[in-house]
């Protein structure tokens, strides 16, 4: 084994102990997520990552990124009208791309807005799935064109396996019901979220990116649902506290 | 570590297509005004949609004032007054936890457990067997609870919730419309559940205001209807730091 593979190995085996930690009671989805995408990006020498779930509408929403800036998730969400990541979820079946030039014709509005904003070149797009039903899917971004080794097909769809487990053991599972409203409370979180960036973007003058960062290590740091940091941001004024990550956690009046 | 989801006995769940109440929600047009006459509409969709017998939906408020909207029937104004009165029960829970509140057995050792007296009155005085209580939200906004039950015990069909869930979204734009209407012709638009740009832009006039979000909703919408633009645009344009809100925006 070189050095390469070697550290590979090792932070492989340090992305699975840490989700494995990470599936404590009640623990938050949105987090688990963020990391998975984190890992795919390191793991898979991917230059972006990108997890979506689809509503009970079947519309496929963004839950997690690896950029948080505005233009790019709406990239990502552009995919719940076209694009490898709803392709990939219609047949419950990864998608590969390995040259985005070729699939403009596929692809015209996704492929424009790539070609855009940023010079990606090849995507891969792997189901999340439940029992062979599709939930989602995560989207690989490389800069480079080219395929993906079945090696590094295979681990990214073992990450897409440990993100459908990680929805589905937020709390007790195995039914239907259960698994739709997880699905909805995912959703909701990442709608929380966008606005508590939102407000930690104005009050601190700083990027979408650098927003969720705040908030990221704030709840992390304070072993709090990023969702329930969001809210308070949003419904009090929190975020003073995460723009300069102190502790503080006093309750202060709602707004009306 | 590879973990086999397509193993497994049990079959697959197929990702429906709307449901029924899903589809009658989305039928309904987007130019009902008056929130009363809205609630009605909602609570027949889910009525007429799912095996129930009867529905409300009640607003719930930080302020803790409470006031049911609309509920189809004697049993359903019952269950809501017990409620309140009482202070405990499926819609109250859901409303405090945002997440779907559901007790297909009433009459059940855990839902006795749960709420000690609601569940009693509810079997006693109201002769109802199941209630499943669903909030209406957007983000941190609670826009009411949708209150379902039916005189006889048992779950609602898996396909049936799903829709239940799926339309309760659906509902809760259409109410968030209304409360931010500013005279548009469509009072709500289904494609605001997903815009990133729109909830960042709603966000950051929260800041720049210090207001509520549903005030910075509404302070978006007004200001996109009165200069003609398309709200995404304009959300997009708060984001980029074009366009700030004050109070005389």
Redesign the interface.
């Known amino acids: 084994m070189n050095e390469a593979d070697s550290s590979r190995q090792a932070l492989l085996s340090r992305a699975?102990v840490e989700l494995a930690d990470t599936l404590v009671d009640d623990f938050d989805v949105i987090d688990l997520l963020d990391r998975l995408a984190g890992y795919c990006v390191e793991l898979l020498e991917a230059d972006a990552a990108g997890i979506l779930l689809?509503?009970?509408?079947?519309?496929l929403?963004?839950v997690a990124s690896t950029n948080e800036q505005?233009e790019w998730?709406?990239l990502l969400?552009l995919q719940?009208d076209e694009g490898p990541c709803v392709d990939c979820f219609r047949a419950a079946a990864a998608v590969s791309i390995a040259d985005l030039d070729e699939a403009a014709d596929r692809w015209p509005r996704f492929a424009a807005a790539l070609a855009d904003r940023e010079s990606y070149r090849s995507v891969h797009a792997l189901p999340l799935?439940?029992?062979?039903?599709?939930?989602g899917a995560l989207n690989l971004f490389h800069r480079r064109p080219g395929p993906m080794s079945p090696a590094d097909l295979?681990l990214g769809?073992?990450l897409a396996?440990?993100a459908?487990?990680g929805i589905l053991s937020e709390r007790a599972i195995n039914?239907?019901?259960v698994?739709?409203?997880q699905l909805?409370?995912a959703?909701?979180s990442r709608?929380?979220i966008?606005?508590?960036?939102?407000?930690?973007?104005?009050?601190g003058g700083i990027t979408?990116d650098a927003a969720f960062d705040r908030l990221r290590s704030y709840s992390r740091n304070n072993n709090l649902k990023l969702s329930d940091v969001?809210?308070q941001i949003?419904?009090s004024d929190l975020?003073a506290a995460v723009l300069a990550g102190r502790a503080v956690r006093t309750s202060v009046p709602?707004?009306? | 570590?590879?973990?086999a989801?397509?193993a497994?006995s049990?079959?697959?769940?197929?990702?429906a297509?709307?449901g029924a109440v899903?589809h009658s929600l989305l039928a309904m047009g987007h130019d009902v005004r008056d929130v009363r006459a809205l609630a009605e509409k909602i609570c027949r969709a889910f009525i007429d949609g799912l095996d129930i017998d009867g529905a409300a939906i009640s607003l719930h408020t930080?302020?803790e004032l409470r006031e049911t909207l609309y509920a189809s029937d004697a049993i359903s104004d019952l269950l809501e007054e017990l409620q309140f009165t009482l202070g405990e029960g499926a819609c109250m829970d859901a409303a405090r936890t945002?997440?779907?509140v559901?007790a297909p057995d009433m009459s059940d050792i855990e839902e006795s457990t749960r709420w000690p007296v609601y569940a009693q009155a509810v079997v006693d005085q109201a002769g109802v067997g199941a209630v499943f209580a669903l909030p209406l939200?957007?983000?941190?906004i609670n826009l009411g609870v949708l209150d379902l039950h039916r005189k006889a015990a048992g779950?609602?069909p898996?396909a049936q919730?799903?829709?239940a869930?799926?339309a309760a979204?659906i509902a809760a734009l259409m109410l968030l419309g209304l409360r931010t209407d500013p005279g548009e012709e469509r009072v709500w638009d289904r494609s605001w559940?997903?815009?990133?740009?729109i909830?960042?832009?709603?966000?950051?006039?929260?800041?720049?205001l210090?207001?509520?979000?549903t005030d910075a909703f509404a302070r978006l919408r007004a200001y996109a209807y009165v200069e003609h633009r398309l709200l995404g645009d304009v959300a997009?344009d708060v984001?980029?730091r074009r366009l700030r809100f004050t109070e005389e925006t």
Do not use: Y
């Open positions: 699975f689809a509503d009970t509408q079947r519309n929403r963004v505005t998730m709406e969400q719940s799935r439940l029992r062979g039903e599709p939930i295979a769809q073992a396996d440990v459908t487990i039914r239907g019901e698994l739709n409203e909805q409370t959703l909701n709608v929380i966008e606005q508590a960036k939102g407000v930690l973007a104005e009050r979408m969001g809210r949003i419904q975020a709602r707004r009306s | 570590m590879r973990v989801t397509r497994g049990c079959p697959p769940t197929p990702v297509e709307p899903t930080a302020s945002g997440h779907p559901l939200q957007w983000a941190t779950s609602l898996v919730l799903r829709d869930i799926g979204d559940g997903n815009r990133i740009e909830h960042q832009a709603t966000g950051m006039v929260v800041a720049q210090d207001i509520s979000a997009r984001v980029a």
